[in-house]
């Protein structure tokens, strides 16, 4: 088996054994490494030139799909050894995320886009169309983006545990959504919370990062994004901020992961400042990346260490778990190319490269240039 770390792609595996590929998305496309006695090695490049934004593996077929920005979309049938374009229908080729799940009987594939739209396949990618609903919620009018060219998109799509017409998708910024009837309507989830902004007429958080959905409770939903941690145990009828002592008053939690087996142990990638501020530091911004555990569901979090950089230029911009037999595996990505991981969890970690493209969402790596 295979698993992917990306961006924007598939953050949580669960296995019957560890996994002995790992496919890495890079801004100079996809890294395949294998793991053998001597630990993991580099054995394979593909679509080189490419900033890969997610990575899946559509587990009925085998078929692995890329998505890349201002790439489109691109799938293997053969386990990676060749790639083709699939993107007949797609009217935007920007591609933030990628999602699959199987709904009776038949496999349907989403694609996230800049713009914030949604795209599905139900042929494994050879035709595609849009979900045009997403687009005709209320708030769509007002989903931007800070940065030029101030345009919102779909950073990550997931789906409920119990109900495979459910569907959530995060719009940073603007909306965090759920369609229970595989995205004919849509409702808007974060209109009440802690995050207030002048410019809206709602008191609510609109920097959407990506969700987990608890398996044991699907309205308890965790969700990440510009702001903090933010926990709801009603669905989305009303939210709190979590925090840890130790995060700055400007933490970025992005990367967000769980054992899917014991969901209380979850995983969150974050930078100590945000990019504001590091478009402020130019050559000498620091996001001073972190990865934090929490044995309690997010209600207390630990800082780990144990291998990792006690200081780092640069953010995790990607973060995956698998669980294969109670044995726990994390990995996380950064904007300096390199590649961490643990196998116990959390409590130790090693590196696997430091030399490749950046792992990273589509302009943070400039951000984070080195100075």
């Known amino acids: ?74 799938a293997s049938a053969d386990g990676g050894k060749t790639w083709e374009r699939r993107d007949n229908g797609m009217t935007i080729h920007d591609v933030y995320s990628l999602a699959s799940h199987v709904v009776d009987g038949k496999v349907r594939v989403y694609a996230g886009t800049q713009p914030a739209h949604i795209f599905v396949s139900e042929d494994l990618g050879m035709h595609w169309s849009e979900i045009p609903s997403l687009r005709e919620v209320p708030s769509a009018a007002q989903w931007s983006f800070p940065a030029p060219p101030h345009v919102a998109h779909t950073k990550f799509i997931t789906f409920d545990p119990f109900d495979p017409n459910a569907i959530y998708a995060c719009v940073e910024q603007g909306a965090f959504l759920k369609s229970s009837d595989l995205g004919k309507s849509w409702k808007q989830l974060n209109t009440v919370g802690l995050y207030k902004d002048k410019n809206r007429p709602v008191e609510h958080f609109y920097d959407v990062h990506r969700c987990l959905i608890d398996p044991r409770k699907p309205d308890n939903i965790y969700v990440t994004g510009g702001a903090g941690l933010y926990v709801t145990h009603s669905g989305g009828g009303s939210w709190e901020r979590w925090t840890a002592p130790d995060w700055a008053a400007d933490v970025y939690p992005d990367g967000f992961t769980w054992n899917p087996k014991n969901p209380d142990m979850m995983f969150v990638a974050a930078a100590e400042h945000n990019p504001v501020t590091w478009r402020q530091a130019g050559p000498a911004a620091r996001a001073e990346g972190k990865i934090y555990r929490s044995k309690d569901c997010g209600k207390s979090w630990q800082r780990l260490a144990g291998g990792l950089p006690a200081s780092l230029k640069h953010e995790f911009g990607a973060l995956c778990l698998e669980e294969a037999n109670g044995n726990c595996a994390i990995f996380g990505g950064t904007t300096g190319g390199e590649v961490f991981c643990s196998e116990d969890s959390g409590e130790s970690w090693t590196l696997i490269t430091d030399k490749l493209a950046p792992i990273s969402k589509k302009g943070h790596e400039r951000l984070l240039a080195a100075s």
């Open 1 to 74: 088996m295979a698993i992917g770390l990306s961006h924007s792609g598939t953050n949580v595996y669960l296995a019957g054994e560890r996994s002995k590929q790992l496919w890495v998305a890079t801004q100079d496309g996809l890294v395949l490494f294998e793991r053998g006695s001597a630990g993991w090695r580099e054995t394979q490049r593909a679509l080189r030139g490419q900033h890969i934004s997610a990575i899946i593996f559509e587990k009925t077929t085998g078929t692995i799909f890329a998505g890349a920005f201002f790439g489109s979309i691109h």
